[in-house]
């Protein structure tokens, strides 16, 4: 049985938040910062560097210092080996920390062995970006299964969406454990983009991003690797081939595996800029002189419809079918013509391309984390009255 999900007079609440990638560390670092504004918290942060350079450009931008780091990455390193080491670390942080609550996001392994180590503690876990859900444990993989497990151990349950509390009550989760909040990602974002934002960087600062049409791509997925992605990178090579008008910007995920592909069929190709990957400042920045994002990511699937930029997703199946109804995001899979034919008409029909870009986003309104905040405080008992939910 769970333990209570209510405390009396914890005053200040001691909040552990638990993160390891960067896409965790953006839609946490806002949040982190909220927490640590309000006088009734106490909050730490413990990173796991499941990623490390990554993680630490995000960390310096928002300028968090976590007080607990395990630095356990390693190089061509395993999900056994991630989830071995950090669960080993994050043993001795709890034992020293004593947390009222352990915070976590999302769905990576990291989030994964942070309830379990908290479980173990029996220490009470809130899940960030709870709910999503693709039906499939395999896809995306291991993130599927991951915030499956980190649903079955939290007790609160902070939903983006209506359509993620509705995922959780159909497992079983009470209603009054679970809080809409909207994204934590968008909280992030609009707190970073800026309309005149210079790059620093002369190849990007060269492109005219008024005259030229931009994509910007991303690809990272594990199921993704080896034919599929091929089969993505000659879907772009054939559009860059067939329309002048059209610059791509390729910000290369850092696996051996991705680059070898990318340089195998987009190396050298004209007009296709491949970079290292972007810190968070400039990326966001690009999606928003860009004119269309192509992504296997879950997270520029909630970020790009902010901006008005339409995506097409390079994945079969997504936790995110929001978007999906909304219509600010396509499903294009790693087809090769399906990915050009989609491009094509998003070039040639200026309507279709403005439905997609002037569709509502259904993820946030830039308060998701004013609102987990008054969650916690009620979900703990140090407010009697639950915060309005968030709604599109």
Do not use: W
């Amino acid at each position: 049985m769970k333990p209570d999900i209510r405390v009396n007079s914890i005053n200040p609440l001691k909040v552990l938040t638990v993160f390891g990638t960067r896409p965790e560390a953006i839609k946490m670092a806002p949040l982190v910062k909220k927490m640590e504004d309000d006088p009734e918290i106490r909050c730490s942060v413990a990173v796991t560097a499941q990623h490390r350079e990554m993680l630490d450009q995000v960390l310096e931008l928002f300028h968090i210092k976590p007080a607990y780091d395990l630095n356990i990455m390693l190089p061509n390193q395993t999900l056994y080996e991630i989830t071995t080491r950090a669960l080993a670390g994050l043993k001795d942080i709890l034992e020293q920390e004593k947390p009222d609550i352990v915070l976590v996001h999302g769905d990576t392994t990291t989030t994964f062995v942070a309830s379990l180590a908290a479980f173990y503690r029996q220490i009470r876990v809130g899940h960030v970006e709870a709910g999503l859900r693709t039906g499939n444990i395999y896809s995306p993989y291991p993130e599927e299964m991951n915030r499956r497990l980190t649903g079955s151990i939290a007790q609160f349950h902070f939903a983006p969406t209506a359509a993620a509390k509705a995922n959780l009550l159909r497992e079983g989760v009470g209603a009054e454990h679970i809080l809409v909040t909207g994204n934590t990602v968008i909280d992030a974002l609009l707190a970073t983009v800026r309309d005149e934002y210079v790059f620093g960087d002369s190849t990007l600062d060269s492109i005219d991003y008024t005259r030229r049409k931009v994509f910007v791509v991303t690809t990272h997925r594990r199921e993704n690797l080896g034919a599929p992605l091929k089969n993505v990178y000659r879907a772009l090579r054939a559009v860059v081939e067939n329309y002048p008008e059209v610059e791509i910007v390729f910000p290369v995920h850092k696996n051996p595996k991705v680059k070898e592909a990318v340089n195998e069929v987009l190396g050298g190709v004209g007009r296709v800029h491949l970079t290292d990957p972007l810190d968070y400042a400039p990326f966001v920045n690009l999606m928003n002189k860009s004119c269309l994002v192509l992504t296997d990511s879950g997270g520029l699937q909630e970020e790009a419809p902010s901006l008005g930029k339409p995506v097409l997703v390079l994945r079969d199946t997504t936790e995110r079918p929001e978007a999906v109804e909304a219509g600010t995001v396509k499903m294009v899979g790693t087809d090769e013509e399906a990915i050009y034919s989609q491009c094509k008409i998003l070039l040639e029909n200026p309507e279709e391309y403005s439905r997609m870009a002037s569709a509502v986003n259904p993820y946030g309104d830039g308060q998701a984390c004013g609102r987990i905040v008054s969650g916690l405080k009620y979900f703990l008992g140090l407010n009697r009255r639950k915060p309005e939910e968030f709604t599109a």
